[in-house]
């Protein structure tokens, strides 16, 4: 099976710039999450969705990120203006829902200078 | 709240020889999993091994093993027989049971040296 597509793979901008990325997860996996992993830490998750519902964005920086996923399949997550420090590795992750978090994606590495 | 603490930054391990990587982790939950996830440079993590709390054996998937020791709040993944392919980052995570999210350590760099 196909696995969690993501693009772009990289992305350089300047602070204050918009930028956003793509996730397709694996076909049928009803979850679906972002994490962020800032360079030297692990991932930390951003947002949680079942289906095109949000389950979990506790650890989203509301002013400035945003994601969404509008018909339960594809989603994007949006940095609007971005900071220096928003630099980090973005990880989609999708699973069947009360299965074990398996299945990531090659991430977006995100520069901002 | 859930926390993952992983002491070693870098670990360097010859050839062939067995490697364990340390994690412990600190929870009220009764119930809870941990997992073990590979990261090599190409960014993608990669599921290596489960261990629910319950578990009364510990679990094994090939060459890794989860040293799991309850009372301790430990969770070591082992690697035997050391392969070139096994260097990379290794996450320790874990997550309550019935819930999905993962709370993850910061992660050891493995090297395997020839």
């Known amino acids: 099976e196909a696995g969690v597509a993501q693009s772009p793979r990289y992305k350089i901008i300047e602070k204050r710039q918009s930028v956003a990325f793509w996730c397709n997860p694996i076909?049928?996996?009803?979850?679906l999450y972002w994490y962020q992993q800032i360079l030297g830490q692990g991932p930390k998750l951003l947002i949680q969705f079942q289906n095109n519902g949000v389950v979990d964005d506790s650890q989203l920086p509301k002013d400035r990120f945003s994601a969404e996923r509008l018909k339960g399949v594809d989603s994007t997550l949006k940095i609007q203006p971005a900071k220096l420090e928003d630099s980090a590795v973005y990880l989609c992750?999708?699973?069947?829902?009360?299965?074990?978090?398996?299945?990531f994606g090659p991430g977006t590495r995100l520069l901002v200078l | 709240a859930q926390k993952i603490t992983q002491t070693q930054p870098g670990m360097f391990v010859q050839e062939k020889e067995a490697v364990t990587l340390d994690c412990t982790y600190d929870?009220?939950?009764?119930?809870?999993?941990l997992f073990w996830y590979k990261q090599p440079s190409s960014g993608e993590m990669i599921f290596l091994i489960y261990q629910g709390s319950y578990d009364e054996q510990n679990a094994t998937e090939g060459r890794y093993s989860l040293n799991f020791q309850k009372a301790r709040k430990s969770a070591n993944l082992v690697i035997s027989a050391s392969q070139l392919g096994d260097s990379a980052m290794y996450f320790c995570?874990?997550?309550?049971?019935?819930?999905?999210?993962?709370?993850f350590g910061q992660g050891t760099r493995l090297t395997i040296n020839p």
């Open positions: 995570a874990m997550k309550r049971s019935g819930a999905q999210k993962l709370v």
């Open positions: 929870t009220s939950d009764q119930s809870y999993g």
């Open positions: 992750a999708s699973n069947p829902p009360g299965t074990r978090p398996k299945y």
């Open positions: 076909s049928g996996h009803a979850t």
